[in-house]
């Protein structure tokens, strides 16, 4: 691993001002960024500490949640609130990782933390666009078990590995940037980028830009939510497929739906062909399954991940079948 | 590179000791300090052989950087015998729950950081708990009974 310094900052614009200046990185838990230095992906200079502040989750005026960046994801999962309001946020968040690394993990580093590709964490042996542009990607050809069947490109077909923004993306939440030119904020579902030909750009995130946390909307009256995850052993393993989805039914039609997909795309995919389709029609299988098509029109699986497809429209059927139960 | 001091509460007692610039605090427990019962196992994350107690919750130590620990307690399985080995140690000999023992130090401290939050477990959240240690040689029943025995009274009550 390179040598570097670091230095912990006390403020979001303190930390801000620093993220601006050559070789600084942000260090939320360090569970990805710590790796991937010591695997020789990352080579930062200057690790600034950010865990020092923004750790509150606070109500929001309008009623929703406002989850400082810097919040460990064990207690976002253990939040008397995010449990009874937003359960499958929490459900999510406790689908990841090992309970050590969801004590050590933030909630900014979630977010920004990168692919689990093989092929990206391999400096030593392997091409990777996203590593060195232009280089070549080794993942076409190679081991594609974890990669993209939505939204990939020649250059990349990585795909974002978190579980809590699968959750994030169905709840409607939107993320809060602090930067040179002031706080903004964006929605979390238009916060991680496509991979086209410049897959090493992968969030909106500006230069100097920092995130200082995560808001939720109120919950919906009566609405349902539930996260389910697919993956090669029943704990400690990223998502082959998961998905996340929020409704509210009234006379038997979908009143609301969001619908979120992980382990299949460069970013938490939020499926809105599907939801316009479900939007306001009637909550039946058959409607579900005919929506489900449409959003999966353009999947471009491939030989290592070819199950994905129906694994993921079977699980979105069987997950929205259960929460349309439960509304009955 | 350069030298920096960090002091902390390793086990219950005050410590001082250098850090170089980038160095985790598994290597510096080790190396840094003399205290081997962390493991090197992976060193990524994925195997649980390094866990040690950070303010009482289980970390990660080699994904965590040593100068992060500045004034906080760390606590390992060297701490964990007083004048005579812990209950939890007791019931890991008594299920023959260690082989090579390689996962032993991160298993006891992952299960002591368990039973200090819920001393009654039941069989699943044992499992959850222990879920990111990884064990090559018991396949963790031994492990599991262990913690049992001492969430429900068998050992050291
Ligand atoms: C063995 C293992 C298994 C895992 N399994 C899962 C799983 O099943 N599901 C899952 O979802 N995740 C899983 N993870 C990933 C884990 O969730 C992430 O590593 C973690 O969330 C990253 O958070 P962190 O705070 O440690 O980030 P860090 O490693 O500290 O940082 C990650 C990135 O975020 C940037 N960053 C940090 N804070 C900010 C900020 N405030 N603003 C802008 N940028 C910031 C850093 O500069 C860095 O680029 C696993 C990880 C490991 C090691
Ligand atoms: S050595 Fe730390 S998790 Fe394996
Ligand atoms: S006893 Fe050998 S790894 Fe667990």
Same mark, same amino acid.
């Given at each position: ?16 001002? @620093? ?21 020789? &992906? ?123 923004? &699968? ?120 409607? &579900? ?22 694994? @993921? ?16 | ?46 195997? +649980? =052989? ?28 060297? +701490? ?16 023959? =729950?260690?082989?090579? +023992?390689?996962?032993?130090? +991160? ?5 002591? =950081?368990?039973? =200090? ?41």
């Amino acid at each position: 691993m390179n040598p570097f310094t670091y230095r912990r900052a006390t403020t979001a614009p303190e930390a801000a001002a @620093a993220a601006a200046l050559p070789g600084h990185r942000l260090l939320g838990g360090g569970t990805n960024l710590v790796d991937l230095m010591r695997k020789g &992906v990352e080579h930062p200079e200057t690790l600034i500490d950010v865990t020092g502040f923004s750790q509150q989750i606070e109500l929001t005026p309008g009623g929703g949640l406002l989850i400082g960046g810097a919040v460990r994801n064990s207690a976002l999962a253990a939040h008397p609130q995010v449990r009874r309001d937003y359960p499958l946020l929490s459900r999510a968040v406790l689908t990841g990782a090992s309970a050590q690394i969801r004590n050590m993990a933030t909630v900014a580093g979630n977010v920004m933390q990168r692919t689990r590709c093989t092929y990206f964490a391999d400096p030593a042996a392997s091409r990777c666009n996203k590593r060195v542009p232009g280089s070549g990607c080794d993942a076409q050809g190679g081991f594609t078990r974890y990669h993209a069947i939505l939204g990939g490109s020649s250059a990349c077909i990585a795909t974002h590995p978190s579980d809590m923004c &699968v959750a994030l993306a169905a709840l409607d939440a939107t993320l809060h940037l602090l930067g040179p030119d002031g706080p903004r904020a964006l929605p979390l579902s238009e916060f991680h980028r496509l991979p086209g030909d410049t897959p090493h750009l992968e969030t909106e995130l500006r230069p100097g830009e920092i995130i200082t946390g995560v808001e939720l909307p109120p919950p919906l009256p009566a609405m349902r939510s539930a996260y389910r995850k697919v993956r090669d052993r029943a704990s400690y393993a990223f998502a082959l497929v998961s998905v996340g989805a929020c409704i509210t039914v009234e006379n038997g039609h979908f009143a609301e739906i969001r619908l979120a997909f992980g382990g299949i795309a460069h970013r938490p995919w939020r499926a809105t062909r599907a939801e316009a389709a479900l939007r306001s029609g009637p909550a039946t299988p058959e409607a &579900v399954e005919a929506a489900l098509k449409l959003e999966f029109a353009e999947a471009r699986p491939l030989d290592g991940n070819a199950f994905k497809l129906p694994l @993921a429209r079977r699980s979105a059927a069987a997950l929205l079948a259960q929460l349309i139960g439960e509304t009955a | 590179m350069a030298m920096k001091p960090v002091t902390f509460t390793l086990n219950g007692l005050a410590k001082a000791a250098f850090t170089e610039d980038g160095q985790n605090l598994l290597d510096f427990l080790r190396r840094g300090v003399g205290d081997m019962a962390p493991k090197y196992g992976c060193g990524q994350g994925g195997c +649980g =052989a390094c866990t040690v107690l950070l303010d009482g919750v289980p970390h990660l130590s080699c994904l965590t950087l040593a100068e992060t620990v500045e004034g906080r307690r760390v606590d390992t399985a060297s +701490g964990l015998a007083g004048a005579t080995i812990s209950p939890l140690q007791e019931a890991f000999m008594d299920r023959f =729950a260690a082989q090579c +023992g390689y996962c032993t130090p +991160g298993m006891l401290m992952a299960a002591t =950081a368990l039973l =200090a939050k819920n001393p009654r477990p039941n069989r699943d959240e044992v499992i959850e708990a222990i879920s990111g240690n990884i064990c090559r040689c018991t396949g963790y029943e031994p492990i599991i009974a262990a913690i049992l025995d001492v969430a429900e009274g068998r050992v050291g009550a």
